[in-house]
């Protein structure tokens, strides 16, 4: 067993005892006449600790170097110093992983798109940690939410055979080379694959949590999501986590307040359990956050319909690139007008026309539009895409031959509305893109320990 106290028990006091054992990653060193100093971290807290040599005691501290890895044992005293209450007087030194001259994270600052070139070690950094172990605040905050809310968790599957989003990103799973399962005219034997069929990586799990929620009532995933998107811009990924609740007897009112009741409570979660990591990020990289944190968890969200949203950019004095029109797309420059310049708050915009959604949208009375929502965040764009479901049948039968949808692919799905259909909705929220606004990073790459983007995997 090893013997050992973290550097967050030490600084938060929580600690009783005066001498400890710890280990850890060296930050800086350096050393005077008398004393030498070190600052380690064990990623457990922000700040680091400092250890104090007396060079008396220790002659050769040559191992002592930014990156090396050392175990110290030694008594906890108060510092001196103004930028830390306790720190280490170290009795003995054991270099655990010694480093050379060649250890790349050598000077105090580096740019970020330097450390986005090594995944490995850049979580070794004060920025890195900070932002993984406010992801992992961030994922408890979801189970919390939603089990405080008699949700129940459901694990969808990573394999499916649909492309639920109908939007052609799917990445292809197979055992197989395909090319040894391509006849002579070219098209692809499925029946000597893995599965006897095509298969792809999810890229929602809304499809499969809808049946639980019609027999469950509530329930939610959180899982990841793949995405062959050819958007290679700073919020998409090939691979990210969706949060994606769905719920029986809702219809889209009641899914819109689930969704801000729920950023609500997540950004209040971080704002008590990650003060430390809020106060560095709004430091060194985003000003306004502490007050993002504010808005996010006393002001009201905005809300809009799609139609309203185009009249209003149609009378944008300041114009944009492409004229608005009805029928297209929020594009980035009317997400960035809506959310930053005309709410500056989050939006919801609501009942997009049919054409430009998905089949399983539920159809307005108007007959062109439906029932769903957009989150729009300030900053960062759209966070979550969300609807009530089309839960009756004889409507669901033509959007989808509308939609180009093989109804033997899907034969299950519309069972659903067949046999005891219900009024239902659900969402889907982007995990990175919401870290991404309550870190303030502001590429996607940042928030993923392993990013995996168009053309770059490491
Ligand atoms: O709007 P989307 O495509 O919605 C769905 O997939 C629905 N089936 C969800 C549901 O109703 N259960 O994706 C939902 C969210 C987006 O709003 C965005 O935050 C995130 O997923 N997202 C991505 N994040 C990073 N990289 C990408 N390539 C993303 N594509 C979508
Ligand atoms: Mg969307």
């Known amino acids: 067993m090893i013997d050992r106290i973290s550097v967050k028990s030490i600084l938060k006091g929580e600690c009783k005892e005066e001498r400890v054992t710890v280990y850890g990653w060296i930050r800086t060193a350096r050393s005077g006449k008398n004393v030498a100093f070190a600052s380690i971290t064990d990623g457990s807290v922000s700040s680091p600790l400092q250890i104090v040599f007396d060079r008396d005691k220790f002659d050769d501290i040559s191992g002592l170097a930014t990156g090396a890895c050392i175990k110290v044992t030694g008594r906890i005293v108060e510092s001196p110093g103004a930028e830390q209450s306790r720190e280490i007087s170290a009795e003995n030194l054991e270099i655990i992983g010694p480093v050379g001259d060649d250890y790349p994270l050598q000077k105090k600052k580096h740019s970020i798109e330097f450390l986005r070139s090594m995944p490995h070690l850049r979580p070794r950094t004060n920025t890195f940690s900070a932002v993984f172990r406010m992801s992992h605040h961030l994922s408890l905050a979801i189970h919390r939410f939603f089990d405080e809310n008699g949700f129940f968790f459901i694990h969808a599957p990573?394999?499916?055979?649909?492309?639920?989003?109908?939007?052609?990103?799917?990445?292809?799973?197979?055992?197989?080379?395909?090319?040894?399962?391509?006849?002579?005219?070219?098209?692809?034997?499925?029946?000597?694959?893995?599965?006897?069929?095509?298969?792809?990586?999810?890229?929602?799990?809304?499809?499969?949590?809808?049946?639980?929620?019609?027999?469950?009532?509530?329930?939610?995933?959180?899982?990841?999501?793949?995405?062959?998107?050819?958007?290679?811009?700073?919020?998409?990924?090939?691979?990210?986590?969706?949060?994606?609740?769905?719920?029986?007897?809702?219809?889209?009112?009641?899914?819109?307040?689930l969704i801000e009741d729920f950023i609500k409570f997540a950004a209040r979660y971080l704002h008590d359990k990650c003060a430390e990591d809020i106060s560095f990020f709004t430091r060194f990289y985003e000003k306004e956050l502490k007050e993002r944190y504010s808005m996010l968890m006393e002001s009201d969200f905005a809300r809009i319909t799609y139609t309203d949203a185009v009249e209003l950019l149609k009378k944008n004095k300041g114009g944009f690139e492409v004229a608005p029109e009805w029928g297209s797309d929020i594009s980035t420059e009317y997400e960035r007008f809506l959310a930053d310049e005309y709410f500056g708050c989050p939006v919801f915009v609501t009942d997009y026309p049919a054409a430009m959604k998905p089949f399983y949208m539920r159809m307005n009375d108007d007959g062109r539009t439906v029932a769903c929502t957009d989150l729009l965040f300030p900053q960062v764009g759209e966070i979550v895409g969300g609807s009530q479901r089309e839960e009756r049948l004889d409507v669901l039968n033509i959007r989808a031959k509308e939609c180009g949808i093989d109804l033997n692919d899907y034969s299950w799905y519309f069972d659903l509305r067949k046999w005891g259909s219900a009024p239902h909705a659900g969402f889907g929220l982007g995990f990175e893109r919401l870290l991404m606004y309550l870190t303030g990073m502001e590429n996607i790459r940042d928030v993923i320990p392993f990013p995996r983007s168009k053309g770059k995997m490491m």
């Open 158 to 257: 990573l394999i499916t055979t649909s492309d639920a989003e109908g939007a052609g990103e799917a990445f292809q799973v197979t055992s197989m080379p395909l090319d040894s399962i391509t006849l002579k005219n070219g098209n692809v034997d499925y029946s000597k694959d893995y599965f006897k069929r095509q298969a792809f990586l999810t890229v929602s799990a809304q499809l499969e949590a809808e049946p639980l929620a019609l027999a469950m009532g509530k329930v939610y995933t959180f899982g990841p999501t793949f995405r062959a998107d050819p958007s290679d811009t700073r919020f998409h990924t090939a691979e990210f986590w969706m949060i994606e609740p769905e719920m029986a007897f809702f219809d889209l009112d009641d899914d819109i307040s």
